[in-house]
């Protein structure tokens, strides 16, 4: 049932979900909050309009989940507290200041869940998660690229680096990590060794197509109750369906297909999130936003 000190009912406001708006740390299920960054980004930038953007097509998601028959609001208490604070010049110290951020809230119990924003800010979130919970995480990470460069022109907080500096962290249990929905072209073979050598399980989305989720479903069971994180890159869906995003990424998942992975991981025991490389000024209708939105609130009736 909902924390008694925050109403499940709808703001009248443009915030997430129209949740609450709540902008004092307090007790709650989950904290939700953008993070408007996208100086990480190598390609095409615009995702640090991502979170305004997702709050306003957010606002028709509806609370009740049809399949799950459970309502949202009623099960969490939850609220959008706000943006977190930026560094618009350096990665590096707006990572710091995200996860500062995001400290103030899970240390009043909250989990929480970032909306980006490029794939650098999914960095803050995994160190206050992972310093907060005191053990490494499992990690599930949907996206077209492994995001495990070291670096990018002497630059090591990119959109190409945040699973690597997670791993080298120590944030994530290397018997727990699986990528899906990894596709090419990439730049060398040399883009997958990293991961590879370090634990990453690696499930490309030919792979899927050809062979179907049994290795997803093995990797779902064999958590148990160890915490997770999950860190969702939009463009692992094909810009057919998500258009709005810097580096698209040709012949991924149709929309109806990563619900349908996205719910393999109902029952887990998720302790932090994040979506991130919405870029509403590459989208069309709002389509990417939207999308975004609805995966977010699929992740949230994990």
Same mark, same amino acid.
């Given at each position: 049932m909902p924390n008694a000190r925050v109403s499940p009912r709808y703001s009248g406001v443009c915030?997430?979900?129209?949740?609450?708006?709540?902008?004092?740390?307090?007790?709650?299920?989950?904290?939700?909050?953008?993070v408007p960054f996208d100086q990480?980004?190598?390609?095409?930038?615009?995702?640090?309009?991502?979170?305004?953007? &997702? $709050?306003?097509?957010?606002?028709?998601?509806?609370?009740?989940?049809?399949?799950?028959r459970q309502s949202l609001i009623e099960r969490y208490s939850l609220?959008?507290?706000?943006?977190?604070?930026?560094?618009?010049?350096? +990665?590096?110290?707006?990572?710091r200041l995200h996860e500062e951020f995001s400290?103030?809230? $899970?240390?009043?119990?909250?989990?929480?869940?970032? &909306?980006?924003?490029?794939?650098?800010?999914?960095?803050?979130?995994?160190?206050?998660?992972?310093?907060?919970?005191n053990q490494p995480m499992a990690l599930i990470h949907f996206d077209s690229h492994t995001d495990t460069v070291d670096e990018l022109w002497g630059e090591k907080y990119s959109h190409a680096s945040p699973i690597r500096r997670g791993i080298e962290a120590g944030y994530f249990d290397k018997n727990s990590m699986i990528s899906i929905g990894i596709k090419g072209p990439l730049n060398s073979e040399k883009d997958l060794e990293w991961g590879e050598k370090n634990g990453v399980q690696l499930v490309g989305y030919d792979?899927? $197509?050809?062979?179907?989720?049994?290795? &997803?479903?093995?990797?779902?069971?064999?958590?148990?109750?160890?915490?997770?994180?999950?860190?969702?890159?939009?463009?692992? &869906?094909?810009?057919?369906?998500?258009?709005?995003?810097g580096t698209p990424s040709v012949g991924g998942f149709t929309s109806a297909e990563v619900i349908d992975l996205v719910r393999i991981f109902r029952g887990i025991n998720l302790?932090?999130?994040?979506?991130?490389?919405?870029?509403?000024? +590459?989208?069309?209708?709002?389509?990417?936003?939207?999308?975004a939105a609805q995966i977010i609130f699929e992740i949230l009736n994990l």
């Open positions: 915030s997430f979900f129209r949740f609450p708006v709540v902008t004092q740390a307090k007790k709650l299920d989950w904290a939700v909050y953008g990480g980004t190598t390609y095409r930038s615009g995702a640090r309009f991502g979170p305004r953007s &997702i $709050r306003e097509q957010s606002a028709y998601i509806k609370p009740y989940h049809l399949v799950y609220a959008d507290v706000g943006d977190c604070p930026i560094s618009p010049f350096s +990665l590096e110290e707006t990572t400290q103030s809230w $899970r240390k009043s119990g909250a989990k929480t869940f970032a &909306i980006g924003g490029d794939h650098s800010i999914a960095v803050g979130n995994m160190s206050a998660t992972a310093k907060t919970l792979e899927w $197509r050809s062979q179907g989720d049994q290795r &997803i479903r093995d990797f779902t069971n064999h958590l148990g109750n160890r915490p997770a994180y999950l860190t969702f890159d939009i463009d692992c &869906i094909d810009p057919t369906y998500a258009p709005g995003t302790q932090g999130a994040d979506l991130v490389e919405v870029s509403p000024s +590459l989208d069309s209708a709002n389509i990417t936003s939207l999308l």
